[in-house]
Every structure is written in structure tokens, then in C-alpha cells.
């Protein structure tokens, strides 16, 4: 360690605050046991942080440890003899042991649950602490607690000054070290954590043990300092006193919780000594801090300062080397001849719906296989499966002749299995090579490390340098991994992926949402990648999947229709009809017939011009132009992923919109809130449907109903058979009932166009018949667009319709046009393309 970052060390500025409150504490008038009371407050305050800043816990009720472990040192003084130091190491022995324990109990849920679980066992200590007099002294608590070592204010004060700033260099140390690293990780993206090889729940346990004992080392100095202890420390009313210091003092910087103990202890008692109602006071203080500064007092000086980084860790990055090793996989060489993975007879059930139905595959090395299929085939759910992020209802898994199909996630990573996911899955309060050296570390034997600094492990930074150079991320490697376009953090992700050193990777949807520039470096990447290692390949980009697999497989609701090479498979009549589909013989269509050119124009409803929309970075939609007219049917058609349900979604700005316009009859409605878009006269019957379950058919209705809209008669005239069931519960309608229901729902608003997202998915034909029907008798009422993946279906009802290719429109035309032009069709439709 050099002398600038000695200077620069939070440990330091700890010390010289503590040094500066203790010479100032008698001029000010300030008790030095207040001071002292600070400081352990502070520790106090940066055990919980631990949880907190660093691994995304909450606990509510960190004061069991503060209140148990101060009657520990209470009873060790009293009854077992010995000084304060040995009463001290009792204590933390037995916070330890207590940590262990809870966490090991409570660690098995998370979020809200985990908080109050924590509150809970607080209540629990504070319950037997007040009432078992015996031992405890129940109300009147332990008094006259010796302190043979320390006699003096003063004395002890020194003696917790060094011991406190001693753990909070513990601290500084751990947060650095492989174990500190890992538990920011955790903090960001848990699921992906467990994905690179890492025992999360291990990991929190570790946290949470380790916080115990910073805690209850705190409360037994609190013991110490007033000798003596009382159950009031453990009552539910100062349980979230260290939590309420973390966030006033800046829950995101590694000191905060010192400003935040400095302000709660000074402003507590200044306040309390003019007033006993002094939380009327103080209560308003933390609102007014918590809505101009979420950052807290360090947050809210740093600024003023302009600068808005978190100060949890150091915001350095370990030099580049001058010369970075080439890549190579570290994976164990494999037999050429026999598959990586196999899959047998796998299936997956929820409920009525079956997503995988006896799949059988073989994985092979050094190939890109790529796994294509509608939405909805269950391609994300195999993945899942294989991974292990679900357990398949039955069938076998075999990796290298072993089934792991009862193997957590993590032990599946360290056999050599890797994936990225279909929605980005990096760490964004991560630098770039952060998040590279982390994947990295997880295959290392020092990966939970508790005191060497993480980036003092020079193999491991290495292997990072390597990887970055890979994807091209080199000279980004410092960045916050948030300041990333979406095609960097693609790229990154692959990174992250490639770091487990595996022998196949999954990769999930890793074109989604890219430009066509990245398309092609993301492409040629994955292409390299499968001479090397076996690439199990989910994409929607079906042209890019033609050109760099070996080997296409395709699943169609939930089964496997056709497996082989990619231009056979495309050309395969079962996929062909999985994706564009067969209009069903008997449908109520109106006839198609070419548009007559002489026909006034028809007015224009809604215009979308140059529209660039996405979601949390990713671009989906890329210069979209699109309009609806008055009184007319359009089609909305493309492939999955191509941006169908997001144009939906920015009409109703229920999306990311970064450029272009959206106008509704002239009036720009770009961003507007979707309330006040639905109030103009748009709206929407989702993909899924998302009724309210717990209401009836009728409830679900007259909830939307307004005036100017269809009344519950006309509903009941539309749809015959909702009118039996109007009673009936929407948990219990099936999926076409469900559907009837959300197209009256649309129609209960006064409305100029309704947007209907894949309305026949899951439908049987009947009941597509009766929807279509519907649709029909809509075109009197208002405008309608239609998202469909299965183009025979839905154009005998059109006028107009749009193809989508990556986010912009391929094909502009009338219905007619398109229902005669089956190339047009294939090539941007179907499977097999100009290829």
C-alpha cells in the first residue's frame, strides 16, 4: 500500500473525525461519553451497512446482535471474571454463533420476508430479555458492570476509538477482498451471480455472520461504556436505529453511516433535551433528507461538489498490462465424437400449460446449434432447465455422462456449463472489468477470500484483460458498466459468459434489441465461438441464424418438429407452418379484393415518425415510421423479437422512447402518460390478457366502463357467452373466455383505436372463429392493429398491413397485396429467407 492511498483511505478520515469530535467534545460541551457513544455507533452502523450497501439485505432488526451481545459481556463480567477484552471476546464468540444460526434460518427467504424475519427475532430477545428476571434482570437490566481495565471516561474512550477504527480497517479490507467483491455482485444481480459458479446463500450467510459479530462487538462497547444493560435496546421502537444512521449518512459511501451516526446521536440529543416529543421534530428532518438527498448527507455534499459516484469501494481499475495475452479456453479438451449434453425425455409442466413435452438432443462440440421456435415454444423454459433455474418434471440431463439434473446452478457452472439470459444480466454499479474479473474470479480456488485485495491477484486480472480484449471492451474497461450502449453490454455479457471457462455455452437471445452494427460483431463473435467451444444458441434473428450455425433445431409448443441442417430445417413444411401458419377453412373473412385507387384517402389517425423506443438501454424499435387511418384494419406482422409488442407499447408510452414522434389526429402524444393516452382515445388488449382475477366477468367490465363507450348490453350482444358467464371469476375462464373478456374491456372506453396484441395466441379454432368474428363487427367502431406472427390469419380482415424487420418496417402494403405475394412472405415471414 503507497502513501497516496494510505492518504486516501476512509480509515484515515475515520480516525482524524474521531480525533478532532474528542478535542472538541469540552469546548463544545459535549459529554465524551456522547463521543464515545458516536464512535460505537458508527460500527454499529457499518455492520448493517455490510448487509445494506454491499449485499442488498434489509434487516430490520440488526439490533438482536447489539441488545444479545451486550448482556453476553454484561454476564461474562459478572460471572465468568476476567476484564473487558476477554468479556468482549465472549461476546463476539457468541454473536457469531448466534449470527450463524439465525441467518442459516432467515437466509431462506428474501426481500420484505427477510426483513421482518430479522424484526421478528429482535422481538423475540427483547420479550425474553424483560421478562426473565433471573438472569437477565428483566425491567431494571444488568447493572454495575465492571471495567477493571479501562476505569475512566477517557480511558475507554481511547480503548474504543482504536479498537473501532481497527474494525472499520477490517472493513475496508473485506469490502475489496474476492469474498467483498463478490457480495456487490450479489447486491446487483443475484440470479447472475449463481450463474458464474458462486454459492449465493453461502455468500449472504457469510455477510450476515460477519455483520453479527461487527454488531454485537458494538453493543457489547455500548455495555462497557454505561455499565450496564437493558432490554429497551432490543424493543422493536430502536431496532432500525443503525439502518435509519446507514441511510441518513448515505447508504452508498463507505462513511456514511459515520455522518449518519454523528447526526442522529448530536441531533437526538440536543432535540430530547428541549422537547419529549423530539420525534416530531427529527421525524420531519429525515423526510426532508430523504427527498432532496436519496444519497444521504455524504451524497448530498458530494453533490455540491458535482461529483454522484458511490464511495463503497475504490474507484480504480488494476493497470492495464502492456501486453495482454491472447485468449484461449481453459476448458478441458473433449471427445470430438461425443456429445457435450444430452437431454432425454425432459419435460416441464406449470399447471394446464405444458412448455416442454419429452425433448430429446444432443449437443456436440465445437458447434453452433442454434434452438429456434414461435413464441411461446418454451425455448427460454429449456434453457432454464438445463442450467438449472428449473427443475424438469422428469427426464434426464447428462453432462459428460453425468445426470445433473438435481445439481443447484452454481455446481452445474463448475462442470462447464455457461449461459447469458435473454434480458441483459451484467452488473451495472460495476466498472466493465469489474464485472469481467468478478466472472473470472468465480472459477478461482480464492474466489471467497476475506482479506487479500482482489485486485492484487494478478492470474485473475490477466484472464480479465484477456476476455475484454475479446469482445472489444479494452479501452472501456474503466467505465461504469451503466454507461454502456446496449451493444457494449451485450458484448460484455459474452464476456462474463465466456469467463466460466465451459465446454458449452448457452447463449439466450444475444442479438435482442441490437443495431445492425452490432448484429454483425455480436454475430461473428458467437460464429468464432463455435470453434471452439459448443454453442447452444436461442435467436429470433433467423437470417443471422442461418448464416452462422452448423446445426438448427426447432420447438413448436413445447415439442421438437425438426433438427438438422440449418437450410433442410428451413425449408422443413412442419416449420414453415409454425411460423407463418394456416388460416383456419372455416373463418368469417371479409373478401379480399385489391384496393380501389380511386377512394378519398382516408384520415390519418395516428403517425409514428423516425421512432427510436427500447427497454432500460436496449433499442428495439430503430427509426420506426407507421401509421393508422380512420376506419381501417392493419396489420402489424414480423418475426419474434422484431419489435411488434414494443410499437404497441410506445403508443402507449409504456416504453423507453429516445427519439422520433408519435402523434394522435395531429396531437403530440410522445411520452405522454398512458392514462392520459387512453383518456385521447387509444387503447390496448395486451399479449396474456392481464385480467383482474379476483374479479368477476362483469366486475372486470364496469371497472373500465366510461361514458362514451360500449355498454354492458352491447358486450353481452358481441359476446353471447359472456353473458353466462358474468358471474364467473376470471381465474376461472379459459383462455378464449379471458380473451373475450379483455377485447370488451377495450371497448368499455370511449375509443378511436384499439391495439390488439397477438389476440388468437393459445386459442383453439373455434374460438378464434368467434374472436375474428368480434374483430369484424369492430370495424365500424373503431381502428384497429392487430400484432400477429401468422400472416394467413389475420390478413382476410385487414386492409393494410406492415412487415417488421429489427425494429423498422420492411414491407408497406395492402392486405390484398400481400396475401398474393407469397415470396415477399417467405423472405421476410417465414424461416428459410434469400438464402
Not at 477482498?177 to 454459492?199: H, I, K
Request: with cysteine.
Amino acid at each position: 500500500m503507497n502513501i497516496r492511498s494510505i492518504l486516501s483511505s476512509p480509515v484515515l478520515l475515520a480516525a482524524v473525525v474521531f480525533v478532532a469530535l474528542t478535542m472538541l467534545s469540552y469546548p463544545l460541551g459535549i459529554p465524551i461519553s456522547r463521543i464515545t457513544q458516536i464512535v460505537i455507533y458508527t460500527l454499529y452502523g457499518m455492520g448493517v451497512a455490510l448487509l445494506v450497501s454491499y449485499t442488498g439485505l434489509v434487516p430490520f432488526g440488526a439490533s438482536v446482535f447489539f441488545g444479545c451481545a451486550g448482556y453476553a459481556v454484561a454476564l461474562a463480567a459478572k460471572h465468568l471474571g476476567g476484564n473487558e477484552i476477554t468479556s468482549l471476546l465472549f461476546a463476539g464468540v457468541f454473536s457469531l454463533i448466534l449470527g450463524f444460526g439465525i441467518g442459516a434460518l432467515i437466509l431462506r427467504r428474501s426481500g420484505i420476508y427477510f426483513s421482518l424475519l430479522t424484526l421478528a427475532c429482535s422481538q423475540i430477545a427483547y420479550e425474553i430479555a424483560f421478562n426473565w428476571t433471573a438472569v437477565t434482570g428483566g425491567e431494571n437490566g444488568l447493572q454495575g458492570v465492571p471495567r477493571p481495565l479501562f476505569g475512566s471516561a477517557i480511558a475507554f474512550h481511547v480503548f474504543v476509538v482504536v479498537t473501532v477504527l481497527a474494525g472499520i480497517l477490517f472493513l475496508w479490507r473485506l469490502v475489496h477482498s474476492p469474498f467483498g467483491r463478490a457480495l456487490q455482485a450479489v447486491r446487483d444481480n443475484e440470479q447472475r451471480v449463481a450463474s458464474l459458479g458462486y454459492d449465493v446463500r453461502g455468500l449472504k450467510l457469510k455477510a450476515f455472520t460477519i455483520s453479527a459479530v461487527l454488531v454485537g462487538y458494538a453493543g457489547g462497547l455500548l455495555t462497557l461504556m454505561i455499565r450496564g444493560v437493558y432490554a429497551n435496546n432490543l424493543n422493536w421502537q430502536h431496532a432500525a436505529d443503525a439502518l435509519l444512521m446507514t441511510i441518513l449518512g448515505g447508504v452508498h459511501h463507505f462513511l456514511g453511516t459515520l455522518w449518519g451516526a454523528i447526526a442522529f446521536i448530536l441531533l437526538q440529543d440536543q432535540l430530547s433535551a428541549t422537547t419529549e416529543n423530539w420525534w416530531l421534530i427529527f421525524a420531519p428532518i429525515i423526510i426532508l433528507m430523504a427527498l432532496l438527498s436519496p444519497e444521504g448527507i455524504q451524497g448530498f455534499v458530494r453533490k455540491l461538489l458535482g461529483k454522484s459516484d458511490w464511495t463503497l469501494v475504490r474507484n480504480t481499475i488494476p493497470p492495464r498490462p502492456v501486453r495482454i495475452e491472447p485468449f484461449h479456453s481453459k476448458a478441458a479438451q473433449v471427445d470430438m465424437t461425443k456429445p457435450v449434453m444430452s437431454v432425454r425425455k425432459i419435460s416441464k409442466r406449470f399447471g394446464s400449460i405444458v412448455t416442454a413435452r419429452e425433448i430429446d438432443l444432443d449437443v456436440m462440440p465445437c458447434t453452433v446449434h442454434s434452438f429456434i421456435g414461435p413464441n411461446g415454444a418454451g425455448k427460454t423454459t429449456f434453457f432454464n432447465m438445463l442450467t438449472g433455474l428449473l427443475r424438469a418434471d422428469q427426464g434426464e440431463i447428462m453432462f459428460e455422462g453425468q445426470n445433473i439434473n438435481g445439481l443447484p446452478i452454481h455446481k452445474r457452472v463448475r462442470l462447464g456449463i455457461a449461459r447469458s439470459f435473454q434480458i441483459l444480466s451484467v452488473f451495472r454499479h460495476l466498472t466493465v472489468f469489474e464485472n469481467v474479473r468478478f466472472a473470472v474470479q468465480g472459477q478461482s480456488s480464492k474466489r471467497n477470500g476475506l482479506w487479500r485485495d482482489a485486485h492484487d491477484i494478478q492470474e485473475i486480472n490477466a484472464r480479465a484483460w484477456s476476455l475484454l480484449q475479446v469482445v472489444g471492451l479494452v479501452e472501456r474497461a474503466s467505465e461504469q458498466c451503466s454507461n454502456l450502449s446496449h451493444g457494449e453490454q451485450r458484448l460484455l455479457e459474452i464476456a462474463i459468459t465466456l469467463a466460466a471457462d465451459a465446454k458449452i455455452l448457452l447463449l439466450d437471445e444475444p442479438l435482442a434489441g441490437l443495431a445492425e452494427a452490432d448484429r454483425q460483431v455480436v454475430g461473428k463473435l458467437i460464429h468464432s465461438l463455435g470453434k471452439t467451444h459448443a454453442v447452444l444458441l436461442i435467436e429470433h434473428d433467423i437470417d443471422r441464424v442461418l448464416e452462422i450455425s452448423d446445426r438448427l433445431t426447432v420447438l413448436h409448443q413445447g415439442r421438437l418438429i425438426a433438427d438438422g441442417k440449418p437450410h433442410d430445417v428451413a425449408r422443413d413444411h412442419a416449420v414453415v407452418e409454425a411460423y407463418m401458419g394456416n388460416a383456419p377453412e372455416d373463418t368469417t373473412t371479409i373478401p379480399l379484393a385489391p384496393p380501389d385507387p380511386l377512394a378519398p384517402a382516408k384520415k390519418t389517425l395516428i403517425k409514428i415518425e423516425n421512432l427510436k423506443a427500447g427497454y432500460a438501454g436496449s433499442q428495439i424499435l430503430d427509426g420506426l415510421n407507421f401509421e393508422v387511418r380512420a376506419g381501417e384494419v392493419v396489420a402489424l406482422l414480423g418475426r419474434n423479437g422484431v419489435g411488434k409488442s414494443t410499437t404497441l407499447r410506445a403508443m402507449m408510452s409504456a416504453v423507453d422512447i429516445t427519439s422520433g414522434r408519435i402523434t394522435l389526429e395531429g396531437r403530440d402524444i410522445t411520452n405522454m402518460p398512458s392514462y392520459e393516452i387512453n383518456r385521447l382515445g387509444i387503447s390496448m388488449v395486451p399479449e396474456g390478457r392481464r385480467l383482474f382475477h379476483n374479479l368477476t366477468v362483469a366486475e372486470n367490465l364496469i371497472l373500465a366502463q366510461r361514458p362514451g363507450g360500449i355498454t354492458v348490453e352491447e358486450v353481452w350482444e358481441l359476446f353471447p357467452k359472456l353473458k353466462i358467464l358474468w358471474k364467473q371469476k376470471a381465474q376461472g375462464l379459459s383462455g378464449g373466455e379471458r380473451q373475450m373478456v379483455a377485447v370488451a374491456r377495450a371497448l368499455m372506453v370511449p375509443g378511436k383505436v384499439i391495439l390488439l396484441d397477438e389476440p388468437f395466441e393459445g386459442l383453439a379454432p373455434a374460438v378464434v372463429q368467434d374472436i375474428m368474428d368480434a374483430v369484424v363487427k369492430l370495424r365500424d367502431r373503431a381502428s384497429l392493429v392487430i400484432v400477429e406472427h401468422h400472416a394467413e390469419s389475420v390478413l382476410p380482415i385487414t386492409d393494410r398491413a406492415y412487415i417488421m424487420v429489427n425494429g423498422q418496417i420492411a414491407y408497406e402494403g395492402s392486405a390484398y397485396d400481400l396475401a398474393h405475394d407469397p415470396a415477399t412472405q417467405a423472405r421476410l415471414l417465414g424461416v428459410a429467407g434469400e438464402h
